[in-house]
């Protein structure tokens, strides 16, 4: 099957989709814009929905806004948590109502993806010596996958962990989830640092697997897909 991909920018939105017809991708680029119009209005008359690092009531409009309470609201943690991975979430529904059997939209690293054909991703953690040397083969659709960091994120997180990647069947939740579970880890004791935030990953309703990374050593739970070694080239 050929596959088409193309990467883009659209302020904070840095994205990469790949599709199995072109008009895909034309398609999640318009959807995250529109989403994040959407949002943006939002937020001028709702600025607490911006800043705030708790969850807020779950709005019936806009979509956007709608889903990021959601899945804050299962984490605990602010709404803002979850938007990169919503608006991933959204851009993928509307490539498959458009026809497109391949739709992965990856957006800041938070990653959506419905497909019938495995699809090999890698996981980011800055300059730490695991950064893009291995990552995941995602083979069981709808599947979500987020990465959050303590040490290399622009995202503000209370925690130290160089990676805490989760898997959900949706990127919002499991978006929200990598922060809350970020948040957690820290401290001398590695092994306790990392066991805290495996339980918090799967006391979250909706989260399927955890993989996390600190001070050197990895931890993981649940239903994580198979890790597999990145080689430089491809990344």
């Known amino acids: 099957m050929k596959l088409f991909k193309e990467a883009f920018q659209l302020k904070e ?19 995250i814009t529109h989403h994040r119009r959407k949002l943006e209005t939002y937020v001028k008359t709702n600025p ?23 899945a804050a609201e299962k984490a605990k943690v602010g709404p803002m948590a979850a938007v990169a991975g919503v608006l991933a979430d959204l851009a993928v529904t509307d490539m498959l109502s458009k026809g497109c059997k391949v739709a992965v939209v990856e ?12 699809i090999d991703v890698a996981v ?26 303590g040490r290399f994120s622009h995202a503000f997180s209370f925690g130290d962990a160089e990676a805490a990647t989760i898997f959900c069947k949706n990127a919002g ?12 880890v820290k401290g001398e004791d590695c092994q306790k640092a990392i066991q805290a935030g495996i339980n918090k990953a799967l006391s979250i309703q909706g989260v399927e697997g955890v993989l996390i990374i ?22």
């Open 48 to 70: 607490n929905f911006f800043h705030t690092l708790d969850p807020v009531p779950v709005p019936s409009k806009p979509l956007v806004a709608k889903l990021m309470a959601e």
């Open 124 to 149: 980011a953690a800055g300059y730490e010596p695991l950064s893009k040397r291995f990552g995941f083969r995602l083979t069981e659709f709808p599947i979500g996958v987020a990465t959050s960091s």
């Open 173 to 184: 939740l499991a978006d929200a989830a990598a922060t809350a579970v970020c948040n957690v």
């Open 13 to 31: 939105s840095q994205c990469t989709v790949i599709a199995n017809k072109p008009e895909g991708i034309q398609t999640a680029k318009s959807s």
């Open 107 to 118: 957006n800041g690293g938070e990653i959506s993806a419905m497909a019938n054909v495995l």
């Open 214 to 235: 600190y001070k050197g050593s990895v931890g993981t739970a649940g239903k994580v897909p198979q890790i597999i070694k990145v080689a430089p080239s491809n990344i």
